[in-house]
């Protein structure tokens, strides 16, 4: 099994930055392809970004390509999501979630997930 554990969320304005961080424990990191998914209140959950387990493919939703960054650090067993220019679309509870090597931007092709940490932005 893989356990996850997401931080760096918090309030900012518009035009600021926050750098996410997901913790796994629990199996061989680098065999794990690593997605982040956001859900804001009334909305299905959606697809930010996703690493396969080696790094080498990465996959971002069109929301947030340019502005967002997902890095994956083997040594660390930490994957980060890196959000620059956030706008108040972006507000939302940020979860991470872990499957098999190969990387996908679909929610329910994921097998492990973390409790989420909110990331709200203000006008």
């Known amino acids: 099994q893989v356990q996850l554990v997401e931080s760096g969320g918090g309030l900012v304005q518009a035009g600021g930055s926050l750098r996410l961080s997901c913790a796994a424990s629990?199996?061989?990191?680098?065999?794990?392809?690593m997605g982040w998914f956001r859900q804001a209140p009334g909305k299905e959950r959606e697809f930010v970004a996703a690493?396969?387990?080696?790094?080498?493919?990465?996959y971002y939703a069109d929301s947030v390509k340019g502005r967002f960054t997902i890095s994956r650090d083997n040594a660390k067993n930490t994957v980060h999501l890196q959000m620059n220019s956030l706008k108040p679309e972006d507000t939302a509870v940020y979860s991470c979630?872990?499957?098999?090597?190969?990387?996908?931007?679909?929610?329910?092709?994921?097998?492990?997930w973390g409790q989420g940490t909110q990331v709200t932005v203000s006008s």
């Open positions: 629990g199996r061989t990191f680098s065999s794990v392809a």
């Open positions: 690493i396969s387990g080696g790094g080498g493919r990465i």
């Open positions: 979630a872990a499957r098999s090597y190969v990387a996908s931007t679909r929610a329910p092709e994921y097998i492990y």
